[in-house]
């Protein structure tokens, strides 16, 4: 169980188009989703906190005309990476919160990413 | 007082022998504390979880030894082997915090660890 999807695995873009990324909790319901973005070798940084129903919260430096967080359901949230540019090149995970442990236990699930490469 | 500090960055360990990774934090609201394993090119998995509530966890090959007082924790593998050569994360985050930081985890640096045959 708690698995997390998330499609494209891999995409390559050419510099000014978008890029949708889906993720989506698979035998469970998810309250939040968050999105982080990875670079080679470090660690995962939190990009924003997506809730269903309600507009994501952003951390701090990142541009939420960029990055538009849409979560639609209790099992999907999307990423819409707007312009692509090269400097937008990475790794880009999600992770979902079980809603049936929200509260007591906060396990995240992660999907397996998703890498962008803009041209 | 958000980070989270693991060392080592990297770890090499012969097969057979005992790897360990430490964390330490700062933040005395912080009451979960999970450990992820990575593979180049996948997501994080979780490994295994602790709650300050309990000293020591153990599944498998895998302990987590927490030090409430010292406000540190590290992860144990015994008998590693080479399919355990990944990255590991530690984390945590406040069950309870309010408001936008619900369920936020602060991660680690990472620790690359190698498992030699």
């Known amino acids: 169980g708690a698995v997390v999807s998330q499609h494209p695995s891999r995409v390559i873009c050419k510099s000014g188009t978008s890029v949708k990324i889906e993720c989506r909790s698979l035998d469970f319901q998810a309250t939040t989703m968050f999105w982080y973005r990875q670079f080679p070798k470090k660690s995962l940084m939190l990009m924003a906190t997506?809730?269903?129903?309600?507009?994501?919260?952003?951390e701090q430096g990142v541009e939420k005309d960029k990055f538009l967080i849409n979560h639609a359901s209790l099992t999907l949230s999307t990423l819409t990476v707007t312009s692509a540019h090269p400097e937008d090149s990475s790794f880009y995970i999600c992770s979902a919160d079980d809603i049936s442990t929200s509260g007591m236990q906060n396990t995240q699930y992660f999907g397996p990413g998703t890498r962008l490469t803009v041209l | 007082q958000q980070q989270v500090k693991q060392s080592p960055q990297s770890l090499i360990v012969q097969k057979g022998g005992i790897s360990i990774i430490n964390c330490a934090y700062e933040?005395?609201?912080?009451?979960?504390f999970p450990w992820y394993q990575q593979f180049p090119g996948k997501g994080p998995a979780l490994l295994i979880a602790?709650?300050?509530?309990?000293s020591e966890k153990k599944e498998g090959r895998f302990t987590i030894s927490f030090n409430k007082s010292a406000k540190q924790f590290s992860l144990h593998i015994m008998d590693s082997q080479p399919g355990d050569s990944a990255t590991y994360f530690c984390?945590?985050?406040?069950?309870?915090?309010?408001?936008?930081?619900?369920?936020?985890?602060?991660f680690g640096q990472g620790t690359i660890l190698t498992v030699h045959p």
């Open positions: 984390a945590a985050s406040s069950t309870y915090a309010g408001g936008t930081s619900y369920g936020k985890l602060t």
């Open positions: 997506s809730n269903e129903g309600s507009k994501a919260t952003y």
């Open positions: 933040n005395t609201a912080f009451d979960y």
């Open positions: 602790i709650r300050p509530d309990v």
